[in-house]
């Protein structure tokens, strides 16, 4: 399969344009260059690590595409929205693993609850 990229996109971003709308294919353009130089242009990741562009403007808004990742297809990671962003969880804050560790452990007892059989 090969490269996936993580992404999220802000909904400010997306809320003036319909398929009706005028701007369509002018937003569609910019969302795909949007994507394009956050997963392909060397001037946007010269720099991996904390000096990597993660965010692109989509409209009015400065930062509406963002980059988290990118994962192989047979790599296996955790993410964890938190805020207002997604994260791989090694990259997470102390609070952030917390709150991780409690969401799993609840949902680890609603599924073993539908494992049991009913009596």
């Known amino acids: 399969?090969?490269?996936?990229?993580?992404?999220?996109?802000y909904d400010d971003?997306?809320?003036?344009?319909?398929?009706?709308?005028?701007?369509?294919?002018?937003?569609?353009v910019e969302l795909g260059?949007?994507?394009?130089?956050?997963?392909?242009?060397?001037?946007?990741?010269?720099?991996?690590g904390p000096k990597r562009r993660t965010a692109h403007a989509l409209g009015h808004t400065a930062k509406a595409v963002n980059y988290c990742d990118e994962a192989h297809s047979a790599d296996q990671r955790v993410y964890l929205w938190s805020g207002n962003r997604l994260c791989?969880?090694?990259?997470?804050?102390?609070?952030?693993?917390?709150?991780?560790?409690?969401?799993l452990a609840q949902e680890k007892l609603?599924?073993?609850k539908r494992?049991?059989?009913?009596?």
């Open 1 to 9: 399969m090969g490269i996936a990229y993580l992404m999220w996109i």
């Open 13 to 28: 971003a997306l809320d003036q344009v319909t398929p009706d709308s005028p701007d369509w294919a002018k937003s569609c």
């Open 33 to 48: 260059e949007a994507v394009l130089r956050l997963t392909h242009d060397v001037g946007y990741f010269a720099g991996a």
């Open 110 to 112: 609603v599924r073993e």
């Open 115 to 119: 494992r049991q059989p009913a009596s």
């Open 88 to 103: 791989r969880l090694s990259r997470a804050g102390d609070d952030e693993v917390v709150f991780a560790e409690e969401e």
